[in-house]
């Protein structure tokens, strides 16, 4: 079963075209992984999904499905519903989504208030399993954002999308931020995530080597256009095309070595 399936998506702006003719799928209980270089058009491409694109962007052509339905079909109303309860994003700017002044379960609370109808005895409930499930202490309930260090921080708002229980995860650059130790502890709860919950995971990242140990597919994206896909270990085994072995060999524990 596909989680999401993009056909076709093409995005505009004045300046001419981010994405072209790009096409992805998310299956269940996968991670699907987006690379290439800056400005490539990956970050773009998530946005769309949650109907977040700048105002100068545009969808101009294809169709983005969620659960076998179009979401270009639905009212915005309706995209506004799905993200967040169904459609989850993790994104580096982890800080910007947390208001600094107001303890981090109060914050919690309100977002379990605007998606769900629980009371507010099960909401700290929730909110309390989340925390633990990130591997964070009771006692970060009562805590402000800036009591917090920057794995944290990251950790809260991975607990506030695992409350919903989404279907589908948008990370982009997850762990840009983080030290290397923060960094694999977050990836590993990612990866649990999705065995234990069987949802899917569209993962954009730039370090091939959490690409290489957690993501199931890989598409690589360049200039807005597809280059090539398919399962992790031939993608990064056996690149067919030449701009995928470039990037590559750009990491040293993932270059390419001559027959």
């Known amino acids: 079963m596909t989680i999401l399936e993009i056909k076709g998506l093409t995005l505009a702006s004045e300046q001419g075209y981010i994405v072209r003719n790009f096409e992805l799928s998310v299956g269940v209980g996968m991670c699907h992984a987006l690379i290439g270089e800056s400005g490539s058009g990956k970050s ?7 109907d977040l694109l700048p105002s100068s962007v545009r969808i101009s052509a294809g169709d983005i499905r969620f659960l ?47 998606h769900s109808v629980l009371d507010r005895k099960l909401r700290k409930e929730c909110i309390l399993q989340a925390l633990e499930y990130t591997r964070l202490p009771d ?28 279907k589908l995860f948008i990370m982009d650059e997850p762990t840009t931020a983080l030290d290397r130790t923060n960094a694999i502890e977050i990836l590993r709860i990612i990866s649990n995530l999705k065995e234990q919950t069987s949802c899917g995971i569209l993962l954009i990242s730039h370090d091939l080597r959490n690409v290489k140990r957690y993501a199931d597919d890989v598409t690589v994206i360049k200039e807005g256009q597809l280059v090539e896909s398919g399962p992790t270990q031939r993608i990064l085994s056996a690149p067919a095309q030449a701009y995928t072995k470039r990037l590559l060999a750009a990491v040293p524990s993932l270059r390419i070595r001559p027959s």
């Open 44 to 50: 773009m491409t998530s946005l769309a999904i949650g």
């Open 68 to 114: 076998g339905r179009s979401l270009l079909s639905l009212s915005t109303v309706q995209r506004e519903r799905l993200r967040g309860k169904e459609i989850a994003y993790i994104l580096q700017e982890y800080a910007g989504a947390l208001t600094p002044f107001i303890p981090i379960g109060k914050q919690l609370d309100e977002t379990l208030r605007a």
């Open 139 to 166: 006692h970060m309930y009562d805590r402000y954002p800036f009591q917090l260090s920057g794995g944290q921080m990251q950790r809260v708002s991975l607990a506030a999308a695992l409350m919903l229980k989404p």
